[in-house]
């Protein structure tokens, strides 16, 4: 581990942000969501240099008083195939090509598959605890191999794995039995899923109830709901209703929260002005900031010391392209690694010029021919991105 993925939780520590959840946790060395995430498989010792990374990632989180959760995925069918060719998942269906995107291809996950990944989330879970982690958070969202167990777009299993919303949810129930089993009781267990997602068959807000109150019978301390898959993202596609009153999946909450008394209810996906996360609680217990936390490192202390009331608002082209949305977040946390002030989403020569870098990067990728040298976020070029040092605004 790098001190690249030390420096951000920590930025986002020392300024007050209540819960850190970290990127992505990997639990096989060649089934990654992205060339350079972290990387916790079963054959990890609780020793090491490994060991000790993650030790000094969570003291770096915790050093001002945030609890600090890791976020750990399998990507199943959603695996780039410049990474390997095949992969697992629920049924072999493959994920068409999206975002300039090729896809591996998957083969239905034996019981011996599903064994070993039960065990390779679990065996994360007890790691991330014996490393002074605060507790997991089960990436079961946005398409990844629990989410592809638990939608039936992309679960036509025949046994005991597929069908009904009860098989399909024993992925998740086996992996949450064991995790228990093998963390202290105070260990915050914590999943990340779908309230919706927008295609025929996938999941609706009913099935969401059913597998929340599922989840709270297994246990689990909080769910964070959120929506779409690679296929289709859900961001993109919001009425301007939905835009005005941020929050794009609240709308398909209401009827899941009230059948959670014990497990706490967050939500995440467009909260941009303290006005929108305040009336939100009503309904809630807690809300999620991504993007803007990319932009804003310091956005949670500003809010409750009262210096801002909202985050701020990139220009159109960021707003209405998740992608280049998506993309200009990773290079913002790259700069703020590089000792660099993020560059300004709302200032329309910043965003061309990163479209630029973002191009030359893409053409990087296409020259690899394959080649896994070409990974992360792009580079910035312009002084108007990259001029000012971290901690004096644009």
Known sequence: MSQALICVPFRWGENEWGTIATGNIDIEFDMLDAIGDCIITPECPFSGPRFEA?????????????????????????????????????????????????????????KEDIARAVDGFAHAAEYLDKSGYDGIQLHGAHGYLIAQF??????????????????????????????????????????????????????????????????????????????????????????????????????????????????????TGGFRTTAAMVSALDILDGIGLGRPAAQEPRLAKDILSGTVTSAIRPVDGIVNDVRLSLMSAGSQM?????????????????????????????????????????????????????????GVPY
Do not use: W
């Not at 945030?66 to 992969?87: F, M, N, Y």
């Not at 910043?350 to 070409?374: C, H, P, T």
């Open 54 to 110: 993650f030790q000094e990632m969570a003291k770096a989180a915790k050093a001002h008083g945030s609890l600090v959760v890791g976020q750990v995925t399998h990507p199943g069918r959603q695996l780039s195939a410049r990474i390997r060719k095949d992969t697992i998942s629920a049924s072999a269906i493959q994920h068409p090509p999206k975002m300039g995107t090729e896809y591996a291809k998957p083969r239905e996950a034996t």
């Open 150 to 267: 638990l939608s039936e777009v992309s679960n036509q299993r025949t046994d005991e794995y597929g069908g009904s919303i009860s098989n399909r949810l024993r992925f998740v129930a086996d992996i949450a039995k064991e995790i228990r089993r093998r963390t202290r009781p105070d260990f915050i267990m914590g999943i990340k899923v779908n309230s919706v997602e927008f295609q025929e068959k996938g999941i609706k807000p009913a099935e969401a109830r059913i597998m929340c109150e599922t989840f709270q019978e297994l246990g689990f301390d909080y769910v964070e709901l959120s929506g779409g898959n690679h296929e289709d993202i859900g961001y993109g596609s919001k009425k301007e209703t939905t835009l005005k009153r941020e929050a794009y999946f609240l709308e398909f909450v209401r009827d899941i929260v009230p059948h959670l008394s014990k497990t706490k209810k967050i939500l």
């Open 334 to 390: 790259t700069q703020i690694v590089r000792g660099q002030e993020p560059f300004d989403l709302s200032d329309e020569k910043a965003v061309e010029s990163f479209k630029k870098d973002l191009a030359a990067y893409r053409d990087k990728i296409i020259a690899a021919k394959g080649s896994l040298e070409v990974h992360g976020f792009p580079a910035l070029t312009d002084p108007a991105t990259n001029s000012h040092p971290y």
